[in-house]
């Protein structure tokens, strides 16, 4: 059983989270807590595996209460908020939350589909250790190129991977970038605006018919598939793919089609597969491939199902992700 503790100012929410998780029968509510103060109390008198973390609340609120049980405990936290407080709920993954989810998923209208992701994802976030070792890069074509385009996928602990990865690139990044990350309904545009004040490029929600520049990293939207065309930007609104909607593999397939071998693809932490056949159609193009390495994985899903095809030029840290993206995309 995955102990948990609830924390939240409003009763009925706690009820709802409470009824919500017991009915999965993985979880035992050790306890609840109504604001920051008691959060932290209660976190280290009861040990729990988890912690739903409300953001605003009375008192101490949801990011200074993460940032003081982070100083004791290294159990998984995850922030339960409203679509009004996503940008917040981004912030508290800098603060050391692991993920978030909006309070509309405890609802009758969420899918089955939402609720085994939702459950799987808080199982596995309680799963992880402290991983030691870095996988070697393996071997890739050392002929210089020109390339035009990077496109990155990223899914349970993405964020925190891109405000790392963003923040180190510079301004003058000379290709345009393309970012699936795997989001909660709704909380697109706080993602954007929230990775835009760590990023030097510019982050913007990627619109149909924009032509792709340099300097821009375009996100795709919640819900529908990103793809790539002669014309631009375009989205498919077709069936999820590896029960993801947007999918990094229809963005991988896209892009791969249009710049053939000056695509560079990246696939970092997250649960599940996607990206990994897109990968592959990556390397089938003649493009170079790069996955982030378990050491530095919040959740080595995606990026191992990407070393599975064997298509993975290169496994690197995610600290070091950057600068080999300058040096190919610089022709160094």
């Known amino acids: 059983m995955i102990k948990t503790l609830i924390v939240d100012d409003s009763p009925m929410e706690r009820v709802i989270i409470r009824d919500f998780l017991e009915k999965d029968g993985s979880f035992l509510i050790i306890g609840e807590a109504e604001n920051g103060e008691d959060s932290v109390r209660a976190a280290r008198d009861l040990h729990p595996d988890l912690v739903t973390m409300d953001i605003e609340m009375p008192g101490m609120n949801g990011l200074d209460a993460i940032v003081e049980i982070r100083k004791f405990s290294s159990c998984a936290i995850v922030v339960i908020s409203t679509h009004d407080t996503a940008k917040m709920a981004y912030d508290a993954t800098v603060r050391g939350a692991q993920e978030f989810f909006s309070k509309d998923i405890f609802t009758s209208k969420t899918s089955e589909e939402k609720r085994v992701e939702f459950f799987d994802t808080l199982k596995q976030l309680t799963k992880i250790k402290n991983k030691g070792g870095v996988n070697a890069s393996s071997q890739y074509s050392a002929v210089t190129r020109k390339f035009s385009c ?11 991977a891109l405000c790392q990865l963003c923040s180190e690139l510079p301004e003058n990044f000379n290709v345009p970038i393309f970012l699936v990350q795997h989001n909660t309904s709704g ?22 018919g924009t032509v792709p520049s340099s300097g821009n990293i375009y996100v795709a939207p919640t819900d529908r598939h990103l793809v790539i065309n002669n014309r631009g930007i375009a989205f498919d609104d077709g069936e999820p793919v590896n029960n993801q909607k947007p999918a ?8 791969a089609e249009v710049y053939g071998d000056s695509l560079i693809s990246v696939v970092l932490t997250g649960m599940g597969a996607d990206g ?17 390495d378990e050491s530095s994985s919040m959740i080595y899903g995606m990026p191992l199902a990407a070393v599975e095809t064997g298509c993975v030029d290169m496994v690197l840290p995610l600290s070091d992700i950057a600068s080999k993206l300058l040096s190919l995309t610089r022709g160094e």
Do not use: C, H
């Open 150 to 160: 990077v496109v990155i996928a990223s899914s349970t602990g993405g964020p925190m």
């Open 187 to 208: 909380f697109d545009r706080g993602f954007v605006q929230w990775l835009d004040e760590y990023a030097n490029l510019n982050v913007r929600l990627a619109e149909e």
């Open 248 to 255: 990094a593999d229809l963005l991988f397939k896209s892009a």
């Open 276 to 292: 990994a056949e897109g990968t592959r159609i990556v390397k089938q193009a003649g493009g170079i491939t790069i996955a982030q």
